[in-house]
């Protein structure tokens, strides 16, 4: 399932390279950190402390002639909140080797700095590259190493998974994926395909697929057999042509990440069975391709649903909020203590925070607060936006129960959720997430490509509110 080695610590700490963090404001303090020799030899190579600069300095003694220290600058004191993540561009800039963080850090501060350099050891090298080796980090004294690295293996397989095109990860393959991950950690799982959704009565789920050459399909994962109840939904559109109401071409471009919401939700599943959470957890996936074909679903169309709702398509590149609406009415049948759907779903909520953050929605304070402080923690930048009651109009066309795509364009983040909220039972607890899945530009930790949005914030909210 992953396309580089699995993320770990070195277990080599004997001869470990020391790497020493430093401010701006403290460049001219070096001397008692590394010597005088070093200090010179920092200021000679021009090395003053900026954002992501690294100085390397030779060793003496035993070491003469190779490397003695790393030197990772942090910018100004004052800009820290605009990076985080800093020692991931080091895996691949330092060479192969073995290091250690050489100053005393705060415990939260070590544990951000080791799960960096987790994070930046990833490369997709499935078509092209070697996987060169990383540089490897002494885990520091006080990080659990085994739940960092649990981490670090679930972001890597949510960016596999989104970065690999939908040549190679259409339906079969992310249902491939998704089986292997469930045998990997002995979980329960099956798969409804083709025809028989309409049999088992997922009429949506298979209406947006039927036009692609692989079937569409609804993906079911259970584990574990004590505690809460959780069931986590992912969008899994493995590549949305818009349908008959076809994209242009600049924006079909990046099309394969439109399975980033089951990507990102595998990955979390991930993590959670790697850690051994005590809860019962399942994960619904619908997997489908939205292609054109002579038996695509149209506009005007009006499509019934797992609920019995009726669904008016305004536009037939709204898909991903169909298949969910299946996925979501059959998540509510259990009654589970929490449901939690992922998705990339609108270009309205990229306007509205940008790239960088997962915006949410949900009507449970106690996990929005818990989410807003964890994501500040864990540098899983999060931010809630609101289930807007009075725009619930907006979402009723009048010839059907449902509208896919109200017409002026405006809060359309908030009218997708909306439309996803109808499908849960009413009272239930249901949190739902519109992520980007995509890193634009390369940042510490965070290489250009596929990458998992709210994951992080939510394995660390979730023990708080679910009382693990």
């Not at 002639?65 to 991931?88: E, I, M, Q, S």
């Not at 249902?175 to 990997?184: D, G, P, R």
């Not at 239930?428 to 250009?448: E, S, V």
């Amino acid at each position: 399932m992953y396309s580089t080695q699995l993320p770990e610590f070195s277990t080599r700490s004997e001869g470990a390279v020391p790497v020493y963090l430093v401010l701006a404001e403290d460049i001219g303090s070096l001397a008692a950190r590394i010597g005088e020799a070093g200090e010179a030899w920092a200021k000679a190579a021009g090395f003053a402390g900026g954002a992501g600069k690294i100085c390397l300095v030779p060793g003496e003694g035993a070491l003469a002639g190779g490397l003695g220290a790393v030197l990772l600058g942090l910018g100004p004191k004052a800009k820290r909140n605009r990076r985080r993540f800093d020692t991931g561009g080091l895996p691949h800039t330092l060479p192969a080797g073995s290091y250690r963080l050489a100053d005393e850090l705060a415990p939260e501060a070590a544990e951000e700095a080791a799960l960096g350099w987790l994070l930046g050891s990833y490369r997709f090298t499935r078509y092209a590259g070697e996987a060169k080796a990383a540089a490897q980090l002494v885990v520091p004294e006080g990080v659990d190493a085994r739940r960092l690295e649990a981490i670090a293996a679930g972001e890597f397989l949510t960016r596999d998974l989104i970065n690999t095109p939908a040549g190679d990860m259409g339906p079969e393959a992310l249902e491939a994926a998704f089986m292997a991950l469930a045998a990997e950690h002995g979980a329960q799982a099956s798969a409804v395909l083709g025809d028989d959704l309409l049999g088992q009565n997922f009429p949506m789920i298979h209406a947006v697929g039927r036009a692609a050459d692989e079937a569409p399909r609804l993906l079911d994962m259970r584990w574990g057999s004590e505690g809460p109840t959780l069931t986590l939904v992912g969008k899994g559109v493995c590549f949305d042509t818009g349908g008959l109401n076809l994209k242009p071409g600049a924006s079909m471009g990046l099309m394969k990440k439109d399975m980033g919401g089951a990507a990102t939700v595998l990955g979390l599943a991930r993590m959670i069975m790697a850690l051994g959470l005590k809860l019962r957890l399942r994960v619904l996936v619908p997997a489908v391709e939205n292609a054109v074909s002579g038996n695509s679903f149209r506009p005007q169309d009006i499509l019934p649903s797992r609920k019995g709702l009726t669904v008016e398509i305004n536009n037939t590149d709204a898909e991903g909020r169909l298949v969910l609406a299946d996925a979501l009415t059959l998540a509510g049948e259990d009654a589970p203590d929490m449901i939690i759907s992922m998705a990339t779903l609108t270009g309205a909520a990229r306007v509205a925070v940008g790239d960088d953050i997962a915006p949410f929605f949900t009507g449970n304070e106690t996990l929005a607060s818990a989410l807003g402080e964890a994501a500040a923690r864990v540098a899983d930048p999060v931010w809630r936006l609101p289930f807007h009651e009075p725009y619930e109009a907006r979402i009723e066309p009048g010839i059907a129960d449902l509208d896919n795509a109200p017409k002026g364009g405006m809060a359309g983040a908030t009218t997708a959720a909306l439309f996803l909220r109808r499908f849960v039972p009413d009272g239930a607890d249901y949190t739902h997430f519109d992520i980007y899945g995509w890193q634009p530009n390369a940042q510490p930790g965070r290489p250009k490509g596929g990458v998992g949005m709210g994951a992080r914030a939510l394995l660390d909210a979730l023990p708080k509110v679910l009382n693990l």
